[in-house]
Nanobody
């Protein structure tokens, strides 16, 4: 069982930065994809940034050049460094994980499709004012 716990959200002014953290445990003997999604009121949940155990990193076009996703050396804390924040970045941010045993196929997996992730944190709110 994978457990995820986010922290680091808050209220900032446009142009400022925040760093979100997600502590994860329970998946040490598997391949994985971990990432950040966000959901604003009245909108669908959308992928923001993901990374996997093969080292592949992907970003939504709306955050490229401003956000950076990383995993600590121990492999149990996922970060999202968010710079040059804009009001449209305001949302609830969720940490997510998909895990599969070594040797299992990832065919058909979409790192920006929320339904492909089986584990979620409780979310942390980010509010950016202009």
């Amino acid at each position: 069982q994978v457990h995820l716990a986010e922290s680091g959200g808050g209220s900032v002014q446009a142009g400022e930065s925040l760093r979100l953290s997600c502590v994860a445990d329970g998946y040490t003997t598997s391949t994985y994809c971990m990432g950040w999604f966000r959901q604003a009121p009245g909108k669908e949940r959308e992928g923001v940034a993901t990374l996997d155990s093969e080292g592949s990193i992907k970003y939504a076009d709306s955050v490229k050049g401003r956000f950076t996703v990383s995993l600590d050396n121990a492999g149990n804390t996922l970060y999202l460094q968010m710079n040059s924040l804009k009001p449209e970045d305001s949302a609830m941010y969720f940490c997510a994980a998909a895990v599969r045993p070594y040797g299992a196929t990832w065919f058909g997996f979409d790192p920006f499709r929320s339904a492909d992730f089986g584990y979620w944190g409780q979310g942390t709110q980010v509010t950016v004012s202009s």
